[in-house]
C-alpha cells in the first residue's frame, strides 16, 4: 500500500464558477491555481487557495447529489480574525460576528456567493 500522503483539494459546490471565481479571489484574495474545461463533469476544474498554500479549494459544479449551500466545514486561518472580519464585511461578505471564547483563538463563520460556510480560525 502506497499509502495517503496529505490533503491536496476540499471541493465545494457552486452554482456559478465564474461567480465563485470573483468571490474566493477578487474578495478573499486567494489565487487560481488551476482552471481548465472539462465536459465530462459539467463545467470547469476550478482549483484555488491563498498564497503558499499545500492545499487547495477546487470550486466544484453544484449537482443534486452535491447542492450549493452547505457547511463545508473548511477551515481557513490568519493571522488577526478581528482585522480580516472588519475587511470582509466592508466588502459585503455574510460573516457572523467574532468569537472570543476564553482559551480559544479568535474565529468566525462566514457564507460564500452560494451560501457555502467556512470558517477562519487566528493562528
Do not use: C
Request: hydrophobic share 40%.
Amino acid at each position: 500500500m502506497s499509502g495517503i500522503t496529505g490533503i491536496w483539494a476540499a471541493g465545494v459546490p457552486v452554482t456559478d464558477q465564474d461567480k465563485a471565481v470573483e468571490f474566493y479571489v477578487g474578495v478573499l484574495g486567494m489565487e487560481k491555481r488551476r482552471d481548465v474545461p472539462l465536459g465530462q463533469f459539467g463545467g470547469r476544474w476550478i482549483e484555488v487557495a491563498p498564497s503558499g498554500s499545500p492545499t487547495t479549494i477546487a470550486l466544484v459544479p453544484a449537482s443534486e447529489g452535491s447542492p450549493a449551500g452547505r457547511s463545508t466545514e473548511i477551515r481557513l486561518s490568519t493571522t488577526d480574525a478581528e482585522a480580516l472580519h472588519t475587511e470582509l464585511v466592508e466588502k459585503g461578505v455574510d460573516a457572523d460576528d467574532v468569537l472570543l471564547w476564553e482559551g480559544a483563538p479568535p474565529m468566525f463563520a462566514f457564507r460564500d456567493q452560494d451560501g457555502n460556510g467556512l470558517s477562519v480560525t487566528q493562528v
